[in-house]
């Protein structure tokens, strides 16, 4: 364990002599995952890390915005040049290459939802549940569900139930889960809400491309009535239909 948090020193530092704008993708504290190299069973290390002189980015004390009718939307990737993929194989979701360690923020108003910070994918098995690693999901005042996997980080105060904002940080991107074997990105996914652990609607269930493209210029446009819809095609809930 000292070990390791020596690593986890040494390479902050490096990032904050290295780039100015990492260097705002690196503040706050975050359990990390260290999983992503190793070849058997993901056993995953969890340290906090804080970066000396800069104030956490996630306000656990801070009070829920109210409810209004103009929600404020902003894309999830922060802090570094990305741009969302146009299609998603298989179900609707969208890719979000950037560079390990871009700030992954709350694209609106809401509270969290679920959080893992368990690395364990395996190749071998690859099973569904497994495919997202690192992820953090939350519930828009809007009552939209957004979920955001392969994070190399999640914040350390970033808890189911926790109030955030629009900007807020709430991970860093990385490739764990299934993304072990891409480059770094954020998967990104709409859709309704479910009761706990039902990945296959959270993964994402309605095309989030328009939504990403307009807020990504700076455009505000809601994705409810297009949930709505599609929560109303999508008929019972029978469990995952794909890609499972
Ligand atoms: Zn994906």
């Known amino acids: 364990m000292k070990r390791s948090l020596w690593v986890i020193c040494l390479s902050a530092a490096l990032v904050i002599t290295g780039s100015g704008l990492i260097v705002l993708t690196a ?3 975050f359990d990390r995952s260290e999983s992503s190299k190793s070849a058997g069973p993901a056993p995953t290390t969890s340290a906090p890390l804080t970066v000396p002189g800069e104030p956490s980015t996630t306000a656990t004390s801070a009070p829920p915005r109210p409810a ?3 929600t404020r939307y902003v894309f999830p990737v922060g802090g570094c040049r990305a741009d969302a993929s146009q299609s998603h194989h298989d179900y609707p979701a969208s890719d979000i290459f950037a560079a390990k360690g871009c700030k992954f923020v709350s694209p609106v108003d809401g509270r969290v939802d679920e959080v893992n910070r368990v690395d364990s994918w395996d190749p071998k098995t690859n ?4 495919r997202g ?3 953090v999901s939350v519930v828009g005042v809007d009552g939209v569900r957004y979920y955001g996997s392969h994070l190399s ?9 926790l109030a955030v904002r629009a ?4 991970g860093l991107t990385g ?4 993304a072990r074997v891409t480059p770094p990105h954020l998967h990104f996914g709409i859709s309704w809400t479910t009761p706990a652990g039902h990945w296959w609607i959270r993964r994402g269930a309605v095309s989030p491309q328009a939504f990403l493209n307009a807020w990504h210029d700076g455009r505000q446009l809601s994705p409810v009535s297009m949930v709505a819809k599609g929560k109303r095609a999508y008929g019972v809930e029978r469990g995952c239909r794909s890609y499972c």
């Open 167 to 170: 900007g807020q940080t709430l």
């Open 133 to 135: 690693g690192l992820s």
């Open 27 to 29: 503040t706050g504290a």
């Open 127 to 130: 099973v569904g549940r497994d």
């Open 153 to 161: 980080a999640v914040g350390t105060d970033i808890k189911p139930g």
């Open 175 to 178: 490739n764990t889960g299934s």
């Open 68 to 70: 209004s009718t103009t």
